[in-house]
């Protein structure tokens, strides 16, 4: 499926119900995210992909996906789609996030922060453990009317998921995880999926890590990929980064991915008040462009949608410019989640009228 001007989307996750899921365990690695018991848990999982699906449709998104409501993490999940990783012995490691422009307010997500501590072991030689997502996306596929995103996190991200025991060295290790998961990126390919999206938050926030290797990573994470991928860097969830200032390094990052092998950069830019000159680091690349605050539980008018995206008119032409979400919606309210994507496409609407 070619790309279409102003294609509208979701980043990666819709809201994820609370009969679902216990939200402050996202991060966890023993499974305690779920609230279904085991012998309903699919039957549930598919429920909430569902009606995830059924919302952005309604909407009216023109590229839609299952809500994630399949997967716990963004991230975390697909380190089971790997082999050598230990989970029965994790290792417990606070780490410092190399950009210091968001201010957190952790009082009511210890829980949340205590669960991203814990790190499972890399403790052999990592490959592919066979395909992990692609009956989440045949499941999709059969209930969906318009074309599917599937999201893959990426290389450096899961690389900064775990404790390294086999490799001794960052590069190899993000390496090693990228071509186990080109794997599964050919198999989603493979199953229909048109469009791919990487999700790679630490190209920014380990941007010395992005330097060294990052497009070596991702050159070897959509080997033999021919549908359109794009690739989403952002500041961090809003729920545990509430305020968020513009960042210094996030032109560096979007240079650095301008140059690599990807259709499309999916930029966060509403929550951090960005203004148009941003994209002029994103080179000639596709743009899908982060409208909706999610911090903010107030509902965006579609006049401020529309404004914001009319401004970077001026430097992307439309058939290069994809309206979206800043960043994953999985814990938002529905109410607030469903107002904030009917607003992305009304706004996206008055624009299309314009032009």
């Known amino acids: 499926m070619p790309i279409q001007p102003l294609t509208t989307q979701i980043v990666g996750s819709y809201t994820k119900p609370h009969w679902l899921a216990r939200h402050l365990k996202m991060r966890a690695l023993d499974g305690s995210w779920w609230r279904p018991d085991p012998e309903v848990l699919a039957d549930a999982k598919h429920d909430a992909a569902l009606l995830a699906l059924y919302e952005q449709e309604r909407a009216g998104l023109d590229l839609v996906n299952d809500g994630e409501a399949q997967r716990a993490s ?118 229909g999926a048109d469009v791919l999206q990487i999700d790679e938050p630490y190209f920014h926030t380990r941007l010395s890590a992005a330097r060294r290797f990052g497009k070596e990573a991702i050159e070897v994470l959509v080997q033999g990929i021919e549908i359109p991928v794009i690739l989403h860097v952002c500041y961090g969830y809003a729920l545990s980064h509430k305020v968020k200032s513009t960042s210094p390094t996030y032109p560096e990052a979007l240079q650095i991915l ?51 995206l009319q401004d970077t008119l001026a430097i992307v032409p439309p058939e290069r410019l994809h309206p979206c979400s800043d960043c994953g919606m999985w814990y938002l309210p529905r109410p607030v989640a469903f107002g904030k994507i009917s607003a992305l496409v009304a706004g996206t609407n008055l624009v299309r009228q314009r032009i």
């Open 74 to 191: 963004y991230d975390r999940h697909f380190l089971r789609c790997l082999t050598g990783i230990d989970y029965d012995h994790p290792d417990k490691i606070i780490t410092n996030s190399e950009v210091t422009t968001n201010e957190t307010d952790p009082a009511d997500l210890e829980e949340y922060f205590g669960h991203s501590a814990t790190k499972a072991r890399v403790v052999s030689e990592i490959s592919w453990a066979g395909p992990l997502t692609v009956d989440e996306l045949i499941f999709t596929k059969a209930h969906a009317s318009r074309p599917i995103k599937a999201n893959l996190i990426g290389p450096i991200t899961l690389a900064g998921q775990v404790s390294d025991h086999a490799y001794g060295d960052e590069k190899a290790l993000a390496i090693a995880i990228a071509r186990a998961l080109n794997q599964e990126l050919r198999a989603l390919q493979s199953a």
């Open 258 to 308: 301008a140059d690599c092998p990807i259709r499309g950069i999916s930029l966060e830019y509403e929550q951090p008040k960005h203004n148009p000159d941003i994209l002029r680091y994103c080179g000639s690349k596709h743009i899908v462009l982060g409208l909706l605050d999610l911090a903010n539980r107030e509902i965006e008018t579609p006049e401020h949608v529309a404004a914001r």
